[in-house]
């Protein structure tokens, strides 16, 4: 047993960074005039700190999960296979005593059968394995970033209000993770959102970043209105704000399964805002804008993996309306709900990446088919749990490094982002390009050695299980990742020559390479955990944070839902995955690397090539689509709610003003000379009277008050001797 | 004889000491506001003080009596002289003449009947005004003391600290802590604030003038140093 | 009333004499150094009010067990060599600007 001394400081963790911000708010411009660059220092150390931390817990929780004997591994009957790990860490403070809630605002049934509200909201945070998990990867990414950025913005005039934000950012997703109530979950939600909005909108000078910012933040809150009623629902409920309460509580009387679908449904448009998901998957690309370590922390890494995690958080909801098989929307179960939107979202995000020519676009698409990805592996239930965190912590890693490299990329081009003005950056920028060349291998999933292999091998594995059409779905976005991944590489570093902007390329200073080395090392080795088979260490690590719901197992594993640790090896999907990546690699080595066609002359000749090309390239229309619809359909409203009050608001009162005039006008002016007008002057009068007297006494010797005051004292004593005493 | 001396000084020995400090307080306190240097009424503190302070003895308050030296008699009247020296320095001896005698006396006199007027009232002479007795002794000893004193008949077990001092000081550091703390951050703030008006600083305050002509303002922009350095001799108060 | 046995009435008299014979000070003094004088005086008058009413009017219960009066009195103390410090502090500022110490000529603050 390991004593709990990192845990015990696991509230440093975010509080750490939200002091690096003040400080830099309160006096980093006037350090950065002393210290120059120096200044962000502050922002590393403050997120080095609970790194140090939040790895010292990880290694904790490690050392309890291995340490313990329990029963592990495949023998026995899998299905009702549940893996136990150490219980989680809690630490909580009473925030607001609230008082007893009235009964009438709870549900008939709470009200019989619910331990009752007792009127106490507490913040605190909770710790179990797959937020020691998170905790350590956010931490590293970060402080990595962190360093990075020292070199990256270099010279920026707001250069340590950047590093308060990127602070102010890791404390908000720090509380996100360590949130133990849906309340604290919420407060870190929208903080995050809040940096977000702040960081792509860095260079508020560019419009475009301006727009960029306000379109993240507002198709945001299209999401969080959901989450925010999902919350209450569970809050009606239960009723508790508590995480673990509202699991527990889920599927029994109080909390019924189809109202544990409808809130998990909600929940989950929190999460498709958050994560990108089709259909609001529109802001992520537009988030580019922002600095690249912004893209690389908060829009590849961390923050869009909160809807993620949120939904690995709450998946209990998920799993136990699916036990009932309830349907929410369209016949569709609400796990199916997450699976489907996760699967068009890989699919969609995929073949879009594939016509873009902006490096830092074609990485956000492929952030947002990743967290398809991530988001289906989940939408599999218990089987494809852990698969779906596994490959959430892989790509923090590798898509952190990716942007991290297109960042050093775009700083040795001389702010050029696009690929097709690039080209033989091998030789120019080697270090770049060998950690690139790591990140890209791992994302797309070329086996053995990358971690990207293993983990999206698992949740392919899982949907082999669960779902065939899927799977191939899948297979298909996987492929399109192997080819825009491997267009990409060819087209920045392949060739001899390098054009336009690349003929002054050089690599970039080593504050930003080491963190790309150290990304990359995580790359390749951290797939190795999840290695299937009977030491799967990743499974047995994280599967303790799973949905716990032994009693249902029977009917679970019919509806797909549950078998955590029981994915068999097998050998088709490992096959079709290994021929997608190559089929990907070999077509784009095809088309951009050996050159052996040519794409204009082929779109010419093929004109279906061509429209699906144009249609590729302006992303499905959808930006068209939305404006035509909602934008342009707010506007209209606003329109005519401007008419409607403009002729029938306006008219009505115009008419009564009319009216009153005529009739009353004449009555009221007789009233308003003589009697209004009257008393006021009277009024005037009386008051410049008496501050005429008034100001007598205001002769500014300091005796004349004394003597004033002294003689008003004397007669309230006379008062009480003439009155007796009696009145006091 | 001496009996009956002993018997009338048991009887009205309180009332004595009384009558012989009012009257210095009084006497003194006439003076106070009616001499005619400044220096001599201030000196005449001192007398006033020292009766006030018998008189709290009078009271069985000998904490009092100890303040009331040390801080009236030795620190604020000390104080006071300061000042008046400071000043003298540079103005000459300063009179205290009075004006509006009449007025002034009127009020003041007005102001003494009211209230003595008020003590004439039945919610003053309907209650029972005897003090309780007391037993000079100390505490711990039991011997015959003459600033420990306790009440025989309320004495039990030894909860509270007995004299009047030890009292003090429990109750300053226990229920009065609050009201304790505060005062002595107004003392704090009332010396900084002290501090920090007289200071001199460099400009027109340490000129020692306002700024009213501004040619000389101009003058002493020009030269700045050496005005100011002159000026600081001259000026020390 | 004067021979009778010492009592609360005594002090409260003496203390309403010494307030009025400090008031009279404050009021008809010329020179502002003066005026704290009579200041203290009345200041003193009041702590022997409370000092007064704490021996003579305490719960009967035990003598002295309720020492507000005095508690209340050193508080009073400490502020009053607060009001000497700075009101001093203010005479010799306003000596420096104004060349005067005499209350009636320093009256800036006239509407």
Redesign the interface.
Known sequence: MVSPFFENLAWLIPLLPLLACGVLIGWGVKLHRKIGDRVALIAVAGIAIPCVIAWGILASRVSQTFGAPHEAGTHGESARETIEGPEPFEMAVEWAPLGPLSPAVLSPVTRDLSPAFDGRLKVGLRIDNLTAAMLAMITLVAMLIQIYSIGYMHGDERYPRFFAYMSLFCFSMLLLVLAGSFLVLFAGWELVGLCSYLLIGFWFQKPSAASAAKKAFIVNRVGDFGFLIGIMIIFFHVPSLDIRAALAAAGTAAFPPHWVAIAGACLFTGAIGKSAQFPLHVWLPDAMEGPTPVSALIHAATMVAAGVYMVARISTLYVVPQVAELEVFAGLTSLEIVRYIGIITAVLAGTIGIAQNDIKRVLAYSTVSQLGFMMFALGMGMAGWVAGVFHLLTHAFFKALLFLGSGSVIHGCGGEQDMTKMGGLRKAMPTTFWTFLMGTLALTGVPLFWAGFWSKDEIMAASWAVDQPVFWLGEFAAFCTALYMGRLMFLTFAGDHPRDHSIHAHESPKVMTVPLTILAVFSVGLGWLGMPGDHNLMHHFLGSSAPQIAEHAEHAVAGGAINIAGIEFEIVPLCVSVMAAGLGWLLAAVIWGWKLVDVPRLKQAVPPIAWAHNVLKNKYFFDEIYHATFVRGTLALAAGCGLFDKYVVDGIVNLVGWATTRVFAGLARLADTWIVDGLVNLIAEAQKLAGRFAAMLQTGRVQHYI?FS??I??????A??VL???W? | MLQHLSEFIQ??G??IL?AGF?LL??GA??L??TARR?TH??LS?LP??IG?AG??A????P??LA??LL??AG??MV??LF??F??ER??GP????????F???L??????????????????RN?E????P?EMRDRATGEESWYDY??PQ?QTAGE?PST?LR??GF??LTY?LL??EL?SV??VV??V???V??RREKGW?AA???PARSEERGVRSESNGTATAATEGE?E? | MV?Q??????????S??????????V?????S??I???V??ML?AA??NL??F????AP??????V?DG??F???V??????????G??????V???LRT?TA?EVSLLKW
């Open positions: 003597a002294a003689l004292a004397a007669l309230i004593a006379a009480i001797y007796g005493g009696h006091i | 009887e009205y309180s009332l009384f009012a307080t009084l306190a006439v106070v506001v400044v009424a201030c503190l006033c003080f006030i008189l709290y009078v009271m069985a308050s904490v009092m303040f009331q801080i009236y620190g604020i104080l006071m000042a008046i400071l000043l540079r103005a300063i009179t205290a003449a009075n004006h509006y005698v007025p002034a006396g009020i003041a006199g007005l102001t003494a009947i009211a209230i003595l007027g008020a003590l004439q009232t039945e919610s003053f209650r005004l005897r003090p309780p007391l306790y009440d309320t509270q009047n009292r003090t109750y300053f009065y009201p304790f005062t107004i003392l009332a010396m604030g002290a501090i008006i007289v305050v020692g003038r306002m000026e108060l | 021979l046995q010492l009592g609360l009435q005594h002090f409260l008299a003496l309403a004499i010494l307030f009025s014979v400090g008031l009279f000070g009021i008809s003094r010329r020179n150094i003066a704290l004088l009579g203290e005086l003193n702590n022997i000092i007064a704490q021996r003579y009017l009967p219960a035990g003598l002295n067990l020492l005095q508690i009195a050193l508080i103390i400490t502020l009053a060599a607060c009001e000497a410090a700075v001093l502090a203010i005479i010799l500022n000596y420096r600007v110490t009636d």
